[in-house]
Structures are given as structure tokens and as C-alpha cells.
């Protein structure tokens, strides 16, 4: 799912990232659940080079996560994709094979299982940039069907099919395929897609743009089909997850006539979407993420608050802000994207801190203890 890169603001990355594990117990003791407090881990790096940052994660389990962003922000001409994976100990960036001229900046990674994923971007050769993994590396792969000018934002993937999404010649695009056979999707009205979700081969969301308001889009029997939207001018979507056939959170903002931004989410509940009341505040959102269970995670910035790590949690009923702890140092912490790791009972967030210089570091925040209860 894609976000755009912020103005300059503030970053401090530090600590190591604390994995949740199950708790030892002496020989015969009763077993006891720890109580499920919550809590933000300590924030690490992935180590990019010098102002770099994430701009999306997906986890396959508490050893296998993968993150793509982009290393030298600020320079054009050296600026180059990144992707790196954490096995539960470290984090290590992956090559990606069968590519003479370099990713550019990557906004959006899936994972289909621990063995299928896939990540789209920008290309050197100015061309829009799809490359899938195996698990161990990564390999481009040209489609035919793509040209100079496209361009891809978000992508999704369930066991051998995925989904991209982005814009072709100011037109809404997607990109459909399964390795070796792609089919592309576009409408005949302006707009933009920015992100999708899938539940199954049949049954998915879309998100974005018109440049006037929302769009969304909604695949059913393999066909997508643009969808009944709130009527909300200057409104727009960046990211969208799929909890269920009945529960889906749709997140962006909306531009005012007066100038500035105020945060946009939109629920699924089956039959409509429906905007969702929130908390007063400067606040932009970018990601959106759940456990299937109801709850969602949305990730993003408090402009009041730029110090602290910020999620929005959504139960289907309320709204509440979740905080880091405020450092001393200026910073600001903009958090690109979540994704909820089943069995682990965490969410972890990608994106960049930037420090009082404009200087950008990678950063990783972890919240613990969400929904689930770690088992003796």
C-alpha cells in the first residue's frame, strides 16, 4: 500500500526489538497466563543506508516479517529500493535477481504464504517495478502489459494469485496474475488506487482516489467493479483491510476548503460503508491492519504529538489513540504502514523518524500484548 513521503520533520531509532515467546515454568508448577498488558516494544532500524525508510510490512509469523522502503530519500539519482526480512533474530536486507537497472523507491509488499511473496514500486528504467520472493530472495518480473507512465502503489496476495494496484494515464489501474499470466483492469474515470486487500481468489477491496473524492473498488466472482461510496468531498483512501465478508476498514483523510488535512475512516459492515466518528486532532493515517477477530490497528502521525509512536485501535466500536513514550530529543515518528502477526498477539509498524537536521532513519515499533494472551 503506498504512502507519500513526508516534509522534512524528526528521528532518533535505538534499542532492540524484544520478541514475545512463551514463558518457562519450573517442572510441575500450575501453569499461568500472563496478563495481556499492553505495551510498545523497544524501536530498532532494519539498518538502511543513510535516510531511509519503510514504507510497508507483512508478516508470515514472529520469524519471518518483510519490509520494503527505500535508502537516500532526498536524492533521485541515488535513491534505491530496499527489502529487508527479520528471521527472529536480526534483520537483513535481500538482493533482487533478474535486474540489470535497480528498484527505485518500493511502497507495497504481500506475503501469500512463506514461500510467495511479492513487492511493487518504481523501477531506474522508469518503468513500474513487480518482483516476487521465494522466501530466500527476490526476482523482478517484467509484464508485458506495463509501460513507461504506469504506476503501481499497493499490491496483495493470497496462495497463487496476487493483486497490484496503482494509475495508468490518470485512469484507476490493477494488475491481476499469477506468475506467468497477468491481466490489467482499468476504468474509464480519473482516479488512483493506492491499496487492496484480498481475502480469497474471488473476493477482494480497493482503494483510492478520484481527485475528488474516495474510490472504491470490489471484486466479486473475479471481476472487479467500482463501489458505492460516502459522498465526501475532497476525501481519499490509502489503505484497506479485509477482516472478514463482513467487516472491512477502509483509512486516508480528507482535504478541507479551508486548507489542511483531517483523518477518514470508512467501515464495511457487510452492506455499506460508513464513516466512523474520531478522536479531534492533527492527525494523518496511512495503514490499516487486523486480527480477523474485529479489531484493527491503523497507523499514521499525530502532528500535535510528532515525538511519539501513534496507532489507532478500532473495535468495532470506539476509536483510541495509542502512544509511545515521548523522548527528549525533537523527532518525528510517521508510522507507514501495520501489520498484525496471528499467534503473537502484536502489531508491527514500519516507517521513518526525522530528526531537527531532516535526517531520515528506518524505524520498526512494535505494540504488544493486543488481543491475544502468550500460552506457558
Same mark, same amino acid.
Given at each position: ?27 510441575? *508448577? ?8 499492553? *505495551?510498545?516494544?523497544?524501536p530498532v532500524s532494519a539498518g538502511l543506508s543513510s535516510d531511509g525508510s519503510l514504507s ?321
Amino acid at each position: 500500500m503506498t504512502r507519500r513521503l513526508p516534509r522534512r520533520a524528526l528521528v532518533l531509532c535505538a534499542g532492540g526489538l524484544l520478541l514475545l515467546s512463551p514463558q518457562t515454568f519450573p517442572a510441575h *508448577a500450575d501453569p499461568v497466563s500472563p496478563p495481556a498488558a499492553e *505495551a510498545w516494544q523497544a524501536p530498532v532500524s532494519a539498518g538502511l543506508s543513510s535516510d531511509g525508510s519503510l514504507s510497508d510490512v507483512a508478516g508470515v509469523s514472529a520469524t519471518s516479517v518483510w519490509a520494503v522502503g527505500q535508502q537516500s530519500v532526498w536524492d533521485v539519482w541515488q535513491s534505491r529500493g530496499a527489502i529487508t526480512h527479520w528471521n527472529g533474530t536480526s534483520w537483513s536486507e535481500v538482493g533482487i535477481r533478474n535486474d540489470p537497472t535497480g528498484a527505485g523507491p518500493l511502497r507495497s509488499v504481500a506475503a501469500a504464504s512463506a514461500t510467495e511473496l511479492w513487492a511493487v514500486g518504481e523501477g531506474h528504467d522508469g518503468l513500474p517495478y513487480l518482483a516476487r520472493g521465494d522466501g530466500a530472495s527476490f526476482d523482478r518480473v517484467i509484464v508485458d502489459k506495463l509501460h513507461s507512465g504506469d504506476w503501481l502503489g499497493g499490491v496483495a496476495a493470497v496462495p497463487g494469485r496476487m493483486v497490484a494496484v496503482g494509475r495508468r494515464d490518470k485512469l484507476p489501474m490493477l494488475v491481476t496474475g499469477t506468475g506467468s499470466k497477468w491481466k490489467l483492469t482499468h476504468l474509464p474515470d480519473r482516479g488512483t488506487l493506492y491499496g487492496v486487500a484480498l481475502s480469497g481468489k474471488s473476493d477482494g477491496w480497493a482503494v483510492g482516489d478520484t481527485g475528488g473524492k474516495p474510490l472504491i473498488m470490489r471484486q466479486s466472482g473475479g471481476r472487479w467493479k467500482t463501489f458505492k461510496t460516502p459522498e465526501i468531498a475532497g476525501g481519499y483512501l490509502r489503505d484497506v483491510h479485509l477482516d472478514g465478508p463482513k467487516r472491512a476498514l477502509a483509512v486516508g483523510g480528507v482535504y478541507r476548503e479551508a486548507g489542511g488535512i483531517v483523518p477518514l475512516v470508512l467501515s464495511w459492515n457487510g452492506k455499506k460503508w460508513s464513516r466512523v466518528s474520531l478522536p479531534a486532532g492533527d492527525v494523518r493515517l496511512y495503514g490499516v491492519t487486523g486480527d480477523r477477530k474485529g479489531h484493527f490497528w491503523i497507523s499514521g502521525v499525530d502532528l500535535e504529538r510528532p515525538g511519539e509512536a501513534f496507532l489507532l485501535r478500532y473495535d468495532g466500536h470506539t476509536v483510541k489513540a495509542l502512544r509511545g513514550p515521548e523522548t527528549a530529543a525533537p523527532r518525528t515518528v510517521r508510522l507507514q504502514s501495520a501489520a498484525y502477526l496471528p499467534g503473537t498477539g502484536t502489531v508491527w509498524t514500519v516507517g521513518h523518524v526525522v530528526d531537527a537536521s531532516g535526517k531520515y532513519t528506518d524505524v520498526i515499533e512494535r505494540f504488544g500484548g493486543t488481543s491475544e494472551r502468550a500460552k506457558p
